[in-house]
């Protein structure tokens, strides 16, 4: 039985974790109406970029980082059927097209090149130069073109007292206005690799009790995707394949979306208050996965 001041605590939890999912989804129903309205006008102007739908439940493109920071993937079109590179080779190429006496550095971790010939069929604007050098899909060039498209369809959406760039490089960032606040959105071309799973991903690292082998192959169905936040190299992204991680937590009947909830507000309440936190919701849940696939799994 729960002491009072136990209940007490856990009522006063429930009701800000309660007031912070009223304020954020609030903020998000604002944020896509603007995001779509905004990639519907760079999709015209450029067919390689799709626009953000918007939804009424859950928008798989819009990840929500900190209560003013958010994370917009915004879809690459016309590159499919996607393959592993098939053997290595250097680069000796600046982000302007000159050779280097030395090669490029590699990628490392969750990074990788991205050539057009990966693909099976792809337009014929991803051999353009804007876009390509030496049969690389170059990030920071994809970027450079992409930051040039929102600045042109903020002024052509009319919503520049609701919208404006912000400075940061090489990512697209911008601010935007809301009835509850201002919030800061990274604009992230993504390539989104469906039913394949990256051999760089070796996940699970072993066998464990959680996720079962059934769950992981349904898990690894849903793909990958490759995010342009970086100069040469492309970062894997796996949030569809967290997102239903994520829903999964709880399914042997444990408390570990309420402890992410708890752990989200002590963050913004105690341990990280601000605009910009260094730690951000996708930190807390990573630590949390990773603590129940070390076998903690009774909570």
Not at 48 to 61: K, M, P
Not at 147 to 171: F, Y
Not at 220 to 228: C, N, Q, V, W
């Amino acid at each position: 039985m729960k002491s009072l001041m136990e209940g007490n605590l856990e009522d006063c939890l429930l009701n800000k974790v309660d007031l912070r999912r009223q304020w954020i989804s609030q903020m998000v129903e604002e944020v896509q109406k603007i995001v779509h309205h905004l990639t519907t006008e760079i999709s015209y102007q450029d067919i390689r970029f799709q626009a953000v739908l918007y939804s009424d439940t859950y928008n798989e493109n819009i990840k929500v980082l900190a209560p003013t920071q958010f994370l917009i993937t915004v879809p690459m079109r016309g590159l499919a059927g996607y393959r592993e590179a098939r053997q290595q080779r250097w680069r000796y190429y600046t982000l302007q097209g000159a050779r280097l006496p030395c090669p490029l550095r590699d990628p490392e971790g969750l990074q990788q090149w991205l050539e057009v010939e990966q693909f099976l069929k792809s337009l014929w604007q991803w051999h353009e130069a804007d876009v390509n050098i030496d049969g690389d899909i170059v990030p920071a060039k994809v970027l450079q073109v992409f930051r040039k498209l929102v600045e042109n369809a903020i002024e052509t959406c009319h919503l520049s007292g609701k919208v404006s760039m912000l400075m940061d490089r090489p990512a697209v960032r911008v601010a935007v206005e809301t009835s509850t606040g201002r919030v800061e959105l990274e604009l992230t071309p993504s390539v989104e690799i469906p039913t394949a799973w990256s051999k760089k991903a070796r996940w699970p690292s072993c066998l464990k009790r959680w996720p079962s082998a059934e769950r992981v192959q349904c898990i690894k169905s849903f793909g990958f995707s490759l995010l342009a936040c970086s100069n040469y190299h492309w970062q894997l992204s796996f949030l569809r394949a967290e997102q239903v991680l994520l829903e999964q937590l709880d399914e042997d009947g444990g408390c570990r979306r309420k402890c992410l909830q708890a752990m989200r507000q002590m963050k913004e309440d105690v341990w990280c208050p601000g605009k910009r936190p260094v730690i951000t919701s996708y930190h807390l849940q990573t630590s949390l996965t990773w603590r129940h696939w070390d076998g903690h799994g009774c909570w």
